[in-house]
Each structure stands twice: as C-alpha cells, then as structure tokens.
C-alpha cells in the first residue's frame, strides 16, 4: 500500500496506486468497515488505481469522472445519487453486500461478503471492460462524424482513416470479453 | 447503382453487415433487398423483418412481392415510430401475418428493448439468419443520430457473432451526406441503389 487509511476519520478519501503494472481504470472501493476497503483495495492494487473511502462524505469526494468502477457498501449511498450512477455510461457500480441482503437492481453486479478475490477481480474486470468498450465508442462517434464532415480529397481525411481503423481494432478488442446484452447496454446506457 | 466495400478481409467471404442506401419511390429498392436477402437461401433460412413505418402485415406482403420464397422461419420486430403507436400496431398487424410468423412489438423510444428484441430474434433458431432493418431513417425519427450509431454498432457486432448477414435501409432523400458518410462507417459494404449514387457517398 501506498498510502494512509481514511478510517481515521479524515475527509481526504485515499488515493491508492500499484506498482507492478500500468493501470489505467480507476476503482472506487467504499464500506463502512475499514477492514473490507483493505481487504477490497489489496485485492486490486497493481491492476487498478484505487480509491477509498469508508464515510459517505469520503465517498462523495471521491467520486469524479475518472472512476470507472465503484465498489460500495449500498447503505453508504443516497439513492439520487445511484440512480445518477445507474444511467451514467462511463462508470459502473457494484454493492458489496453480505451473503443474505437483497441487491437493488439498479446496480450493474453485486460482490458478496466475505470477498472471494477471485471473484472480485472478475467482476471488477467486467465492469471496467464495459467502460472500456463505451469509452472507444464515444471515440469512435466522434471521429466518424469528423470523417463523415470530410470529402475524400480532403487531405485530412486518409489520416482521419487510418484513426479509425486503429479506434475499430480497439473497439473490437475492449468489445471481445463482453456478451451481446452488455455490450447492448454499454452502447446506450445513458443514451 | 454503387457498391463500396470497407472489408479487408478475403474477398470470397460476404459481408456481414451492408448499408443499403436507396431514395423514396425507386424502384430499385425492392431488387436491392431481394438479392441482399438472398444471400442464405429464404427456404432454409431464418429471416428477420425489423420495421418502422410500414406495418409487420405490409412488410410480409413486401416479402411476397419481392422475393416470392417465405423462409423456413421468419420473426418480424415492429418498432412502433411516432406515426404508429405500440397499440395501434399491435392490435392492426396481427391479422394479414403468415401461419407461423413471431411478430415482437417493441417502441422506438426504448432502443434497449428493441436491442435485446432483435438479439433474442438472432438467436432464436439453428438456421443461417438473415436480418433485413427497414430502416435507419426511422430509427433517426425516433433517436439523434449518435444513439442511433452506437445501437447499430452494437447490432452489426452481434449479427457478426451470430454468423447472421444483415443489411439496413437508409433513405438519402432525408439524410445529409455527413449523416450518411457517418454512419457508413459502421458497414463492411455499402450498396447504392439512390438517385444520388455513385456520388461521395
């Protein structure tokens, strides 16, 4: 671990970052037992970029448009506030909740407690390839709308091209771990 | 009429997915159809009517008239626009359908249920699939165009998946070339069969 705990009551939420590979999806993990975020975060650490926080002020804080997965104790979270998760296409909410409670549908996927690790990291990889996928697919509109802007002798255009042909290949790459149902509702979640 | 290919693939396979680009009224509409919807043999096949505008009774008797073989299984997906209600369209399209035919209603506006409605129809049989959308222009009706890109990134991906060949109207008449050229991308062919063919497009 890399950082201090926020279990000590501070408002500043915990940025945790690991070492051993380049990770690039950040993952919010919130409970309100400091011993299940650390569980969680080590968990995850080196292949993700966690934060975490155990209060909803800490939770709140540390929400922002660079988490792509959250991981959360549902009674931490108010419910506007996951409704604004539930239609938001470039994250993706989990409860973590114990083995007998029932999970609100608006989550994407739930995680039980005690965590499996296993377990943990593929859904936390799931997640994170649905953003991954709706990610390249807001690129991928974007760029063809400029290319559809253009004429073919426009000399911006065969390098415009040639962008979208490497967009398609990593379009097709975040998209090949996904069935169709999640990539449906990858593609117009929040649309 | 103008064939554009956007496969780089070997050039004996089909494409999956092609974007038939007509104009209201041509005559060539109806041929271009028959022969993409002939790619599997209809008599062995499983095809998929998806509708907008026109009724599931008046794209059977479309069928009829264009391509004269029914399928061995065929499922009509009738997307209700604005023009034609949920209601409306299923209680007036039961009728003039074929014995045997599953007709899914589904409103425009829900584009996820309309996904998972042609994505259960992809999946419903054994046989080669053969999925026939009339048209983009009515899912434009019904959605902005960026929404209606990402739904149909997702269709053409899942048709591929499913070994399914498909191809989606698009009428030029109502579109600019930017919205056409945009969308085209999408497609491993685009046929122009429009009064505008041959053009950048």
């Known amino acids: 671990m890399t950082s201090n705990d926020t279990t000590d009551g501070g408002a500043v939420p915990v940025f945790r970052r690991g070492s051993d590979t380049c990770p690039s999806h950040v993952v919010l993990v919130a409970d309100t037992d400091p011993a299940v975020v650390d569980e969680v975060a080590d968990a995850l650490e080196g292949q993700y970029i966690v934060r975490t926080a155990t209060t909803a002020e800490d939770l709140h804080d540390a929400l922002d448009d660079a988490v792509s997965a959250v991981l959360l104790d549902p009674t931490l979270l108010a419910d506007d506030i996951l409704d604004c998760l539930a239609d938001d296409g470039d994250s993706r909410v989990a409860a973590l909740v114990d083995d007998e409670t029932a999970v609100d549908d608006r989550f994407d ?23 991954a996928y709706r990610d390249a697919l807001d690129r991928y509109f974007d760029l063809a709308r400029r290319v559809g802007a253009l004429s073919e002798g426009d000399p911006e255009y065969d390098r415009l091209r040639e962008c979208l042909d490497d967009l398609e290949a990593e379009l097709d790459d975040a998209a090949t771990p996904l069935d169709s149902t999640e990539i449906y509702e990858a593609a117009l979640r929040g649309e | 009429m103008s064939v554009r290919s956007s496969s780089d693939g070997d050039e004996n396979s089909q494409p999956s997915n092609v974007l038939l680009v007509t104009s209201t009224g041509d005559s060539c509409e109806g041929t271009a159809c028959r022969e993409l919807s002939e790619r599997n043999a209809p008599a062995q096949s499983h095809v998929i009517l998806a509708t907008g505008l026109g009724s599931a009774s008046e794209r059977l008797a479309d069928w009829d008239a264009e391509v004269g073989v029914r399928p061995a299984e065929t499922t009509v997906v009738d997307v209700a626009t604005a023009t034609r209600s949920v209601a409306a369209t299923a209680a007036g399209s039961e009728h003039d359908t074929w014995p045997g035919v599953t007709v899914d209603h589904v409103d425009a506006r829900d584009l996820l249920g309309l996904s998972e409605t042609l994505d259960r129809a992809l999946t419903r049989s054994d046989r080669p699939t053969t999925l026939c959308v009339r048209s983009v222009s009515d899912l434009l009706q019904s959605a902005d165009l960026e929404t209606v890109f990402k739904l149909l990134e997702a269709l053409t991906r899942n048709v591929e998946r499913t070994g399914g060949v498909a191809h989606y109207h698009l009428n030029a008449d109502v579109h600019d070339d930017e919205t056409l050229d945009t969308l085209a991308v999408l497609f491993d062919a685009v046929v122009d069969v429009s009064d505008h063919g041959g053009a950048d497009h």
């Open chain 1, 109 to 131: 996927d739930h995680v039980r407690k005690p965590v499996s690790r296993s377990a943990l990291r593929a859904t936390v990889d799931r997640l994170c390839q649905c953003v």
